[in-house]
């Protein structure tokens, strides 16, 4: 089963507005990490947030993460056309040292 | 510093033919992951190698795909007498030890066609 679940599993927005994923996981997590693909490309790391974290920010991303809820979200602000592409969350959990992805989030900016 | 290294980036092979891809991990990486990504779905592990020692192989099939990861040279993946249902992108990522304080850095992924 998917440890990680992304909503909406498709987003279309213009570009100048702000887009929203979330994630939610099952089971308790080290770390929860954000990937960007471009298509037929890999995977981009975007940020990474441990589990004693509840917001981190790089540039136009921001993550949250609530571990009450197993849940996380991707804020990209002011997008741009070039952030279009398909986001994924992974999580790393108890002793495991393998990443679990979801199904991600297809998100399309449109000028 | 040289990312991921991942090649063939395409691969046809013939139904019955094998497959090799390699996968050189980021300098200073010693953790070695495969995962394959089925068209529009997210990525499924496969198997988790160190140097000369397989960690975690749960997400291989039983038959046909084998791993390695020698002292010397980079890590392979092998499926033998491919399928059709083996048309996939295979992505392999590296980190360093401390994996839980880490990112997993991936490569640009090989994609495999079976005709």
């Known amino acids: 089963s998917q440890q990680g679940e992304e909503d909406p599993q498709a987003l279309s927005i213009q570009e100048g507005e702000n887009a929203t994923m979330n994630c939610s996981y099952k089971?308790?997590?080290?770390?929860l990490q954000w990937y960007r693909q471009n298509s037929g490309r890999g995977l981009v790391h975007l940020i990474l947030?441990?589990?004693?974290?509840r917001e981190k920010h790089s540039g136009r991303l921001r993550v949250t993460l609530d571990t009450s809820k197993k849940s996380s979200s991707l804020l990209i602000t002011a997008s741009r056309a070039a952030d279009t592409a398909s986001y994924f969350c992974?999580?790393?959990?108890?002793?495991?040292?393998?990443?679990?992805f979801g199904t991600g989030t297809r998100l399309q900016v449109t000028l | 510093n040289a990312g991921v290294m991942q090649n063939p980036r395409h691969l046809v092979r013939r139904r019955g033919q094998e497959a090799r891809l390699r996968c050189s991990p980021m300098k200073g990486h010693s953790h070695v992951y495969w995962y394959r990504q089925l068209p529009e779905e997210g990525l499924k592990f496969m198997v988790y190698?160190?140097?000369?020692?397989?960690?975690?192989e749960s997400g291989m099939p039983k038959e046909r795909f084998s791993a390695e990861f020698p002292k010397e040279g980079p890590s392979i993946l092998r499926i033998q007498q491919v399928v059709r249902g083996d048309s996939a992108a295979y992505f392999c990522?590296?980190?360093?030890?401390?994996?839980?304080?880490?990112?997993?850095?991936f490569g640009e992924g090989s994609w495999l066609t079976v005709v």
């Open positions: 089971t308790s997590i080290n770390n």
């Open positions: 990522a590296s980190s360093p030890p401390s994996v839980h304080e880490n990112t997993i850095y």
């Open positions: 992974a999580t790393l959990t108890g002793t495991a040292s393998k990443l679990t």
């Open positions: 190698l160190q140097k000369e020692n397989i960690i975690d």
């Open positions: 947030i441990r589990s004693n974290e």
